[in-house]
């Protein structure tokens, strides 16, 4: 996923964006409301963890931006604790919030979460093919048997799955794996591609090569 931090608190941000980073997340950090605006304005972000307290611009008005243009899944830090506030953050187009201080692993589940519903599944698990996607475990299963994926591998397939029946360009996939600061060339694209073919070879689900456009995933027809 390509995932956009806004926190003006540096450590807060900075943890929360190694610890994504660390499960294979392109991660953009924005610590001044204005910037924030403006990223959003120009990039589309699979998930946008916002707090609210910002310089120059507020959170909520930069949630109120998002959602004048997109249904990407925002989750807010806050450290207001009355009903009335977490209502309000709802009423706003909040997908959820996290109250600070927070639990690394709660604010990972409830992302998870609220990406799913944004795609429509209330389930960790996406079955495709012979394929099985687990992303809270982080395990993908052909037939049954688990296979070893390296990070980018994994987070290519999450692309894949996460756009069946869809045409992704190289720009496209490099939009959602990596940051402003860590673009690879279209070159790496193909090396991920060609390594998550050779994992997926057992399966009945290939990826295909439209020359010109990119790629798909694909079940095999018997």
């Known amino acids: 996923m390509r995932i956009l931090v806004v926190e003006d ?3 807060i941000s900075e943890a929360i964006e190694q610890r994504f980073i660390d499960l294979g997340h392109g991660v953009d950090c924005a ?12 990039t589309d972000f699979d998930l946008v963890i916002l707090d609210l307290n910002l310089p120059n611009k507020s959170g909520e008005q930069i949630i109120k931006r998002i959602r004048q243009s997109s249904d990407t899944p925002v989750l807010i830090l806050t450290a207001r604790s009355e009903v ?12 959820d919030y996290l109250t600070k201080p ?9 992302c998870r979460a609220i990406v799913r519903r944004r ?9 495709f093919g012979d394929i099985e996607f687990d992303s809270a475990g982080c395990i993908v299963k052909v037939k049954g048997e688990v296979i070893e994926l390296k990070q980018r591998e994994y987070r290519l397939l999450e692309i894949f799955l996460n756009h ?4 992704m360009s190289k720009e496209e996939i490099i ?5 402003f600061d860590n673009p690879p060339n279209t070159n790496a694209i193909e090396t ?3 390594r998550l073919r050779k994992a997926l070879a057992n399966s009945n689900v290939e990826i295909k090569t439209l020359r010109g456009l990119g790629y798909v995933l694909n079940k095999v027809e018997d």
Do not use: C, K, P, W
């Open 9 to 11: 608190d540096r450590l």
């Open 84 to 95: 009335f506030d977490r209502i309000q953050l709802l009423d706003l187009g909040a997908d």
């Open 119 to 127: 795609q429509g599944s209330d389930q960790n698990t996406v079955t």
């Open 164 to 167: 069946l029946n869809r045409v």
């Open 192 to 194: 991920y591609v060609g």
């Open 31 to 42: 610590y001044d409301g204005a910037v924030a605006f403006a990223m959003i304005s120009h």
């Open 175 to 179: 939009d959602h794996l990596y940051n």
């Open 102 to 110: 927070f639990d690394f692993g709660e604010l990972e589940a409830r």
